[in-house]
């Protein structure tokens, strides 16, 4: 996998680009951040996602995709003194995708599976081929951990 970079996608209405935050290592866990860098949104408030490997004690490999797009509260009236509240996370949409695969799978095998996965997700029905450059598809069927 090439170093760890930027993330650019579409969310269906707009297209967002995550910053490449860190790279962490923990004991042959290895994990990735991004998050997006809008300036007027506290950081907690930022879509962000996540990939982490890991093989197990059983030696099946655990490739895991989070994404997170927290919905800020919407700030309210001010007070009587003018006071106004910063506005704070009201919620999280969140999707984890996990893949556990055994030692002796394919890579053919495995981007089997994650096409599947992908088209059932999105609802596609037709022949739409996985991308193989990107970091959740390397993550899950070539099994390589950013770096």
Same mark, same amino acid.
């Given at each position: 996998?090439?170093?760890?970079a #930027?993330?650019? &996608?579409?969310?269906?209405t ?7 935050? *860190?790279?962490?290592? #923990?004991k /042959? +866990? @290895? ?6 860098? &809008?300036a #007027?949104?506290?950081?907690? /408030?930022?879509?962000?996602v996540? %990939?982490?490997s890991?093989r197990l004690?059983?030696?099946v490999?655990?490739?895991? %995709? ?8 919407? !700030?309210?009236?001010?007070?009587a003194?003018?006071?106004v !509240? =910063?506005? +704070?996370? *009201? ?5 984890? @995708?996990? $893949?556990?695969f055994? /030692?002796?799978?394919?890579q053919t095998?495995r981007? !089997? *599976?994650?096409s599947?996965t992908?088209?059932? %997700? %999105? $609802?596609?029905t =037709?022949?739409? =081929?996985v991308?193989?450059? !990107?970091? =959740? ?11």
């Open positions: 996998m090439s170093q760890i #930027d993330i650019v &996608v579409y969310d269906g707009t297209q967002r680009t995550l910053v490449d935050i *860190a790279v962490h290592r #923990d /042959g +866990k @290895v994990s990735a951040f991004w998050r997006e860098q &809008v #007027d949104v506290p950081i907690d /408030g930022q879509v962000n996540s %990939l982490v890991e004690p059983s030696g490999y655990k490739p895991e %995709l989070v994404v997170s797009v927290p919905v800020m509260e919407v !700030a309210g009236a001010s007070n003194a003018g006071y !509240a =910063a506005p +704070k996370v *009201a919620h999280i949409p969140r999707i984890v @995708v996990t $893949g556990y055994h /030692g002796r799978s394919t095998e981007t !089997a *599976a994650l599947l992908g088209n059932i %997700l %999105l $609802g596609l =037709a022949n739409t =081929a991308g193989t450059s !990107a970091p =959740a598809p390397e993550l899950f069927s070539q099994l390589v951990s950013p770096s």
